[in-house]
């Protein structure tokens, strides 16, 4: 089924069921060796699917859970490459949303703290493509490949969890999010190191993702009047900026000034830029700062070339 979490809408699988998995990789044609994320309802349900819990995993887990915060840790034994990839590493969170904890709550019982619970959840779209932030995007990327979507309203961060790496002895930010760098060294004491050659693999981190069907492009603030001039008069258009006088765009969307509320926005401006018409999407970058990076991210990835 289809759930909601406070990140994107989930496409969740019983975590131990290797065949009920795999129905999550067909529907949404995901690699083989792409891993998955399990989601918790109990931050004690961790010692059954990781060893070697560090302490700052459990520092993260006090502050964060539920939370959109993934961590990557060693994974216990008993776990299936068929969750991992192959790796010798297991992403697990506690989502905050209240419909997912219930659910999740319900399906492993009040024993769950006992036992290795947890669904497995990668975003409820196609492999690839724009992530669903309502149950509605849900529908239209899965069609009957999902038996059942909940209808948990709009998510309300908008882009998917933070990732972070404590599998090793260094701290690694694999994927940007709401829950930022500065908070994570806040927590940690020392800032999280960037992604090496040994980082695990991690949903959401290939060059191309996160995309629409119809080619994104680009463009800076400083360069926004020239690439405006330069596109397709069949463009649609996400910006910062305001819309000029006698603009012919498809469509044109106003794009929120405050990061929070720009990525809360941002798959589903996307979608219906997609949607509209246009035969390229036009996007003008955000700022080149901090609290911009998880939003960047996003855009780097979904952009065309």
């Known amino acids: 089924m289809a759930f909601p979490t406070?990140?994107?809408?989930?496409?969740?699988?019983?975590?131990?069921n290797p065949a009920a998995v795999a129905r999550i990789f067909s529907a949404k044609g995901r690699p083989a060796d792409h891993p998955v994320i399990v989601h918790l309802g109990?931050?004690?349900?961790?010692?059954?699917?990781?060893?070697?819990?560090?302490?700052?995993?459990?520092?993260?887990?006090?502050?964060?859970?539920?939370?959109?915060?993934t961590l990557v840790l060693r994974r216990a034994s008993g776990v299936g490459d068929y969750l991992t990839g192959g790796q010798d590493t297991i992403g697990l969170r506690v989502p905050s949303h209240p419909v997912a904890l219930a659910l999740l709550r319900e399906f492993g019982g009040a024993e769950?703290?006992?036992?290795?619970?947890?669904?497995?959840?990668?975003?409820?779209?196609?492999?690839?493509?724009?992530?669903?932030?309502?149950?509605?995007?849900?529908?239209?990327?899965?069609?009957?490949?999902?038996?059942?979507?909940?209808?948990?309203?709009?998510?309300?961060?908008?882009?998917?969890s933070t990732i972070l790496d404590l599998s090793r002895r260094k701290a690694v930010l694999l994927r940007p999010?709401?829950?930022?760098?500065?908070?994570l060294r806040a927590a940690l004491g020392s800032p999280p190191a960037a992604p090496d050659a040994l980082a695990p693999r991690a949903p959401g981190t290939l060059e191309s993702h996160y995309a629409p069907h119809q080619p994104l492009r680009l463009a800076t603030s400083e360069g926004w009047s020239q690439a405006l001039h330069k596109a397709s008069p069949r463009r649609a258009v996400l910006a910062l900026s305001p819309r000029p006088a006698r603009d012919a765009s498809v469509m044109w969307i106003d794009a929120p000034q405050q990061p929070h509320d720009y990525a809360r926005d941002l798959y589903a401006n996307l979608r219906a830029l997609d949607v509209s018409g246009c035969d390229e999407i036009l996007v003008e970058a955000p700022p080149a700062t901090a609290e911009w990076i998880a939003v960047r991210d996003r855009l780097g990835r979904a952009r065309s070339g």
């Open 6 to 16: 406070e990140t994107v809408y989930g496409l969740g699988a019983d975590a131990t």
């Open 42 to 69: 109990h931050p004690g349900q961790v010692a059954h699917w990781a060893r070697d819990v560090p302490d700052e995993a459990k520092r993260l887990i006090e502050t964060f859970w539920p939370g959109p915060l």
């Open 112 to 160: 769950a703290e006992r036992h290795r619970v947890g669904l497995a959840a990668p975003s409820a779209n196609k492999f690839g493509r724009i992530s669903p932030t309502t149950a509605a995007h849900v529908r239209d990327d899965l069609g009957d490949e999902v038996d059942l979507v909940l209808d948990g309203g709009t998510c309300e961060v908008g882009i998917e």
């Open 177 to 183: 999010g709401r829950i930022s760098a500065e908070q």
